[in-house]
C-alpha cells in the first residue's frame, strides 16, 4: 500500500498537468456536490441535474486522464462543459448564478491552454449577454449590472491570459533545460533513461524493433590538450549537428558522457543497424574536422532483444563500444545477439 501511495505521489510529482487536472477536479467535486445534492432536494432539478452531470464529468476525466496518461483531451472536456454548466446555472439562478463564473475563468486557464481558455470564456459572456438581452431580466437586474459584470470579467481574463501565457512559457523552457544538454542542444541522460524505458514497454506490448548505437568521439581529450576547450566545444556541436543531419527525424540523439553519445533508432532491426552506423562513420570520417586535422568516431550497438532489460540493452552496446575502441578505433562493433558480436570496420 506504501508503495502504491509513494509510485502515485511520483507520477503526480512528475506530471505538472496530470497534477493540475487530479487537483482541480478534486475542489471541484467537493465544492459543487454540497450544491448538486441541496438543489435536488429543494426542487431546483435544471440546476440539481447540472450540477450532478459537472462532478459526474470531472471524476471520469480525472479517472480518464490517470489510465490513459493522456492531459490534453480531459482538460479541453473539463473545459466545456464546465463552460456549459455555468452558463447553464447563471441563466437558471441569475445575479447569485454569476458568482461561478469567476472561478470558472480560473479553472479554464488551468485546464487548457491561455488561448483556447479565453475562448471558452469569451463563448460563456457572449451567450449570457445574449440571453440577457433576449429575456430582459433573467439575468442581470439592469444594463449596468451587466456592463460591470463584463468589465470584472474581462479584466480577470486578462490578466489570467497573462498569467497562464507566462507561466506556460516557463515551465516549458524549464522542461526543455531539463532534458536537454545545453551545450550541444542533444537530450541528456535524464531523458535517455526515460526513453529507453519507453522503448522497453513498447517493445513488449506492440514488439516494436529498436536500435541503439553508443557513439564516443576518438582521441577527444587530445583535441582539449592541443587547442583548447573551446575548440573541443566546437567539435561537440559540430558532432551533434551532424550526426542529426545523418539520421531519421525519429530518431533520438542523447549526450550521456564529456564525448560519448547514444542514438536511438526505433522501428530498425540489425541490418538497418549496421547500415546507421556504416553511414555515421563515412560521415563523420569525412566531415568532422579540427584545426588539426579530421576526427573519427568509434561506435557500438545492439538491437533490443524480446525480454530484455534496457540496462542489460544499453550495457551491451556500450560493451561493443569498447571492443571498437580496443581493436583500434574508427570503427563499428554490433551485437548481433546477446554475447555474440558482430564487428563492423570504417570503409578506409
Known sequence: MATQTARL??????????????LMGLFGIIGISPYAVYRLLHGNYLVGIADTVIVLSTLFAVLYAWATRDTVKPGIYLAGVFSLGATLIAINLGVNGLFWIYPLILFNFFMVTPGKALLATSVVLVSLVSYALLVPGSVFESHYQMISFLVTCMM??????????????????????????PLTGARNRRAMNEELKIAMASHRRHSDSYGLLVMDLDHFKQINDRFGHHVGDQVLVAFVELIKRCSRKEDRLFRFGGEEFLLLLPNTGLEGLHTAAQNLLRSVQQELETPGGGV???????????????????????ECLYRAKSEGRNRAVIADAPGHPDKLAANR
Open 156 to 181: 480577470a481574463s486578462v490578466l489570467s491570459f497573462i498569467f497562464a501565457f507566462r507561466t506556460r512559457n516557463q515551465r516549458d523552457r524549464l522542461q526543455l533545460l531539463a532534458i536537454h544538454d
Open 296 to 318: 573519427t568516431v568509434s561506435i557500438g550497438g545492439a538491437i533490443l532483444h524480446s525480454g530484455e532489460h534496457w540496462e542489460s540493452w544499453l550495457q551491451r552496446a556500450d
Open 9 to 22: 505521489l511520483k507520477r503526480l510529482r512528475n506530471d505538472f498537468q496530470l497534477s493540475i487536472i487530479t
